[in-house]
T-cell receptor
């Protein structure tokens, strides 16, 4: 158990819908990273927040957004969903903001878009 | 943009044999380098990392990797494979972006198969 929790574990929805994925980092970790893992694209970095502020942006679509709240939990919002958005979404947390420290990954949320 | 190449999407070894998983990256500047393992239906777990200093890095479960700047490589090895090593392995690098942030880039992964 990494100490990072993600909810829900599974999510099935239809095209055009909007969903919210939630991540709670390990106690004391200030950074949260979001990743998308799919067969087509592999593991892609989406976005990073550090202590409530956006710190780095990767291959995140404009239909996707994220935020980190004062209690440090983070949410990834996916809207206007397409079939190709079906993937495993991971969050990871770490103490530092610069990837020197170890990232601890959550178990993931499996999103299926029908 | 940084790229990471893992040679071989599948590597098959016998139990007790040497494990060698290859990773090459594209940056000319030494970045941070990582190897992660992913077991079925789980998140990624860090095996080892290189940030600075000694180029031979030892990790968990008997794995080690050597950073070779001249070859832009960071291959993962283990002297003797165990059945429990069967999993997906990911090499990752992080580079400092222009804004000062660090962007992680992952390879496509190598599935390690261990035969009895």
């Amino acid at each position: 158990d990494s100490g990072v929790t993600q909810t829900p574990k599974h999510l099935i929805t239809a095209t055009g819908q909007r969903v919210t994925l939630r991540c709670s980092p390990r106690s004391g970790d200030l950074s949260v990273y979001w990743y998308q893992q799919s067969l087509d694209q592999g593991l892609q970095f989406l976005i990073q927040y550090y202590n409530g502020e956006e710190r780095a942006k990767g291959n995140i679509l404009e239909r996707f957004s994220a935020q980190q709240f004062p209690d440090l939990h983070s949410e990834l919002n996916l809207s206007s969903l397409e079939l190709g958005d079906s993937a495993l979404y991971f969050c990871a947390s770490s103490v530092w903001d610069d990837l020197r420290g170890q990232q601890y990954f959550g178990p993931g949320t499996r999103l299926t878009v029908l | 943009a940084q790229s990471v190449t893992q040679l071989g999407s599948h590597v098959s070894v016998s139990e007790g044999a040497l494990v060698l998983l290859r990773c090459n990256y594209s940056s000319s500047v030494p970045p941070y380098l990582f190897w992660y393992v992913q077991y079925p239906n789980q998140g990624l777990q860090l095996l080892l990392k290189y940030t600075t200093g000694a180029t031979l890095v030892k990790g968990i479960n008997g794995f080690e990797a050597e950073f070779k700047k001249s070859e832009t490589s960071f291959h993962l090895t283990k002297p003797s494979a165990h059945m429990s090593d069967a999993a997906e392995y990911f090499c990752a690098v992080s580079d400092r972006a222009s804004g000062g942030s660090y962007i992680p880039t992952f390879g496509r992964g190598t599935s390690l198969i261990v035969h009895p």
